[in-house]
């Protein structure tokens, strides 16, 4: 049981690792891909990938993806559409620091939403570490100035971002709360195809109207990594993370996820990592740990 906690609460801490190398992909992908492109092939090469491994399964769970294809779709339009393309056009008219403050909503959104809909409790602790994890991330975003935040302005790209946060609390949510009779692999498979079909309207509109992709070294390169590290590895453990911890626990990732982006920052982009960056990980960590108390006393 013990050895079974210890590998749930070490979940958090992996699995932002790989979701985080995302900025990588927002920071230097986007220059050689148009955004929608990139994460329309991302999710086709993840599925493609994954088929050979699950087509058999599939086939003889015909019924069962018959009954379920519409939440399969919801999840591929949330989880891979909507959080896979606003993000990159965000980033087009935003800051980097409004995109980090306005995406760190999203576990509030799933606690609220799991709260008001699926009648999940929140507790004193709970909202204790939330407070933490924010404080801390806040704490990195603004570097350590309190001035810096009252002399932010928002964009478009915010709303692009606010609309990428509420995506995830929403994919998060269902993909706790929507049982299913597939295997986590064949559901991904799934998942992954129709996030690729909810952006297939949007990548020809943006192929004929805005900019066309060019099939370069560089874009297999982006599109591969997109595929294998920010989408099958952290999307498979985000998925085995919340079949431990819960859905409202797990949305803690995410403040995890933004310290591993400073630190990627850092060695990948030169940024430099202060004082406020350390403070603001303690306060996360103790925000994660506060958050968990009671949670992995039910697993």
């Not at 989880?79 to 980097?96: I, N, R, S």
């Amino acid at each position: 049981m013990k050895a079974n906690n210890l590998f749930a609460i070490s979940l958090l801490f992996i699995q932002p690792i790989f979701m985080a190398s995302n900025l990588v992909v927002a920071r230097g992908g986007v220059e050689y891909v148009p955004p929608i492109s990139l994460a329309f092939w991302r999710w086709t090469l993840v599925f493609l990938i994954l088929l050979p491994f699950t087509y058999v399964s599939l086939k003889k769970n015909y019924k069962i993806m018959k009954k379920e294809y519409k939440k399969l779709f919801f999840l591929g339009a949330t989880g891979c559409g909507v959080c896979g393309a606003f993000p990159f056009l965000a980033g087009q008219t935003t800051t980097v620091t409004n995109m980090g403050i306005i995406y760190t909503s999203s576990p509030i959104f799933i606690i609220l939403i799991s709260s008001f809909f699926f009648n999940e409790k929140i507790n004193i602790t709970k909202v204790i570490g939330l407070v933490a994890c924010l404080f801390g991330v806040f704490t990195i975003i603004i570097k350590g100035d309190f001035y810096l935040l009252i002399n932010l302005n928002f964009t478009i790209g915010d709303l692009w971002m606010l609309a990428a946060a509420i995506g995830w609390a929403l994919y998060s949510i269902y993909l706790f709360y929507w049982k299913t009779k597939l295997e986590i692999f064949q559901r991904f498979t799934l998942v992954a195809f129709f996030g690729a079909i909810s952006l297939l309207p949007f990548y020809i509109g943006e192929e004929i109207f805005f900019e066309k992709t060019v099939f370069s070294r560089e874009f297999f390169i982006w599109v591969i990594f997109a595929a294998i590290s920010p989408g099958i590895i952290a999307f498979t453990l985000y998925t085995l993370a919340q079949k431990k911890l819960g859905a409202s626990l797990t949305g803690f990732t995410l403040y995890i996820f933004t310290i591993y982006g400073a630190i990627y920052g850092h060695f990948l982009f030169e940024e430099n990592l202060e004082n406020y960056h350390l403070i603001g990980t303690v306060l996360v960590f103790i925000g994660v740990y506060l958050a968990k108390k009671k949670n992995v006393q039910k697993i």
